[in-house]
């Protein structure tokens, strides 16, 4: 061990010596100015103009673009989170080298373009990702999430200690570009709030020789009462933070540390069934922000793509789940594909005149391309290429049984009986629900729960109930008990049923990529399979407009979930996923028996969707 340590002393200090130009032991961050509210480098007072942009959301090979068009845009820093349950492996291990996961190749980018970093390492992020950002195992076991549970601290330990090592050689101390680090996220809307967790989490940074810090909260006394506040080393963030009235809540809890809008909103959020994404105009807003050198972070300036399964929900009550989009555009100034918006452009020249220099030139867009329409083919049914029928008397959740997403089917035997109504405590997200091989009813979690009526029965009859998994709820009270499957008991008028099986279909990569080739059975939906011939391969737009619900994979890459409720009606794939020549394309379809055509396109699609959408003024 003690050979082990000198090597570590003498790697930070190598890397620091030649990673960041020679420089060591400056960029000293400290608070100070006047009222004690200003942000300090090296005795300068600074004004933090930073872009949140998140490097998982983003293909790795456009990270650099992605943050010159912010540069570009006039912001000097970078805000990103960090997901932790993209990083970690199935063994406990973590992955912070592969593809999007390059924590220091993306930090090191950062520091090579001259933007500072606001780093955000969670634990919970919140940020419209699955489970904010939190392992779903975690919901096994009676695991208090967010709070001072040992059992939660000890996970979170290792991630953060795995991350920590990732991250330490790029602290500004250190010549490198991490400026800030965020304590946990919008914990003052955290109902069950447990100060004793946010001084573990400082101690712990501390320990580990970050700092300065912050933590983003709403803009109200509410949500900055019960934290651990007043504490010379954090400085308040607010999301958002658009007036005069707002710094004061700060000044009232936390005096004397700089205070910023840490998440100021160019759009927001969209979920499936809602309106597309509406951009706000900012230009006032960063207008006083520049005028008064106040700190502020767009949030967010590109938001990317939650590819795979990373989109996570929110939680509108009872019959009111809310699953986030694949697409994460957010009406953001620089959009999905990363191209300037007419927003871009005000925002750019009210930055630049504010500070009376000369724009910089704009990078040059990606190309982009579309490709001819094909129909993909039959491949296997859904019943085809599952795990094995296991059989419970008590119903399991996904996440009981290892599995996070993806799909799994319930079978029992109904004995013969008199006619009775179907009663679930929860189904997530979406059933279909067959008795003998015929359809009776859908389950949408978005939907309150209809009445399900099983008819009179001369013999036993198969009740099978197909179960697909959305994103799990990433926002509020909600997400303490968010498991996926049939949750509870399944009751036939008042009797109990038991006897189930269960038989898991993760629908992962690997597993859709090496399924085997099946045939048709009486039930909808399929997996499709099309090949795809690419001369110049450029970014595109799949438009899976003529489909109805599921997933599309290119080349054994999960590009994420479509559905025909709108808005969204294309998939974003990006260049890096396709290759010259042949291109696999495999579609996991729940409702459509047949296939149907699909095509590229240089734009994304959307739909006009008429149901209205809660915070289309892109505020909390």
Known sequence: MHKRFIFKVFFLLILSLFSFGG??????????????????????????????LDPQRIPREYWRHRIKMCKAMGLNAISSYFMWNDFERSDGSFDFKSGSRDVAAFLRICHEEGMWVLFRPGPYICGEWDFGGLPARLLNDGIVIRSSDSRYLREVEKYLSAIADIAEPFLAKRGGPIILTQLENEY???????????????????????????????????????????????????DPGMNEDEWNYARKYNPGVPIMSSETYPGWLRHWGESAWAPSDLTETISWYMKDKKSFCIFVAHGGTSFGFTAGANDGGEGKYQPDLTSYDYAAPINEQGRATKEFFKYREVIYNSLGIKAPEIPEPIATMSFASVTPVFYASLRENIGEAKKYNKLKSFEELGQNQGMAIYRTILPPGDAGELVFNRVADYAQLWLDGKRIATIDRRKKLSPIFIPKRDKSTVLEIVVEAMGHINFGAGMRDDRKGIIGDVKLGDDMLLNWTMSLKPIDEKSVVNAKRGRRDAFSGGHYRATVMIENPADTFIDMSKWIKGTVYVNGINIGRYWNVGPQLSLYCPASFLKKGENTLDIIELELSEARPIKGLEKALYSGSDKSTKNAGNIW
């Open 23 to 52: 420089k060591v032991d400056t960029g000293v961050v400290t608070f100070g100015g006047k009222n004690g509210e200003e942000f300090i480098i090296d005795g300068k007072a600074i004004q933090i103009r930073a872009g949140e």
């Open 188 to 238: 003052g809307s955290w109902p069950f709030k447990d100060t004793k967790y946010l001084i573990w989490l400082k101690e712990f940074w501390k320990k580990r020789g970050f700092g300065p810090f912050y933590m983003a909260d709403g803009a109200g006394e509410r949500f900055l009462k019960d934290l651990i506040y007043p504490d010379k080393e954090i400085a308040v963030g607010f």
